[in-house]
């Protein structure tokens, strides 16, 4: 297993971002992995978009990925504890507009989708699939 040393100006620099925050976000609250295809359908972000956004998280030392054929699965990172305590927070921010709750609610609703637990059907999004090639 990898060490990463986490840097606090770093990690706060990753959050300072409405798109990375979101991610943060569905992904904390729903304990779960989720590949870009998933993640594009979810936030009605494109993919060009959200791939750096996780990247930027993965160097922060706030994502895992983990290759599984064509697809990556990204996760939350759990070590050092004071993680967990900081996506409870990004939990607990207020959601006036309702754009968590709409992420989430497209989110449940993809990952019905999965089989055998892993996604196998790409993008979805008509318009997100387009800019996506």
């Known amino acids: 297993m990898q060490i990463i040393t986490i840097q606090p100006e770093t990690l706060f620099q990753s959050l300072a971002d409405e798109t990375r925050l979101r991610v943060i976000r569905l992904l904390a609250t729903t304990d779960e992995e989720a590949c870009l295809c998933e993640l594009v359908d979810s936030l009605q972000e494109p993919a060009y978009k959200l791939s750096r956004h996780l990247k930027i998280l993965r160097q922060s030392g706030l994502l895992s990925a983990q290759k599984d054929g064509r697809w990556v699965y990204h996760r939350l990172v759990s070590k050092p504890p004071y993680l967990k305590k900081l ?45 996506a090639r």
Do not use: H
């Open 87 to 131: 996506y409870a927070t990004v939990c607990a921010l207020p959601d006036p507009e309702q754009v968590f709750q709409s992420d989430l609610a497209r989110f449940e609703e993809r990952m019905c989708l999965r089989e055998g637990g892993r996604c196998r059907v790409g993008i979805l999004s008509d318009e997100l699939k387009a800019e």
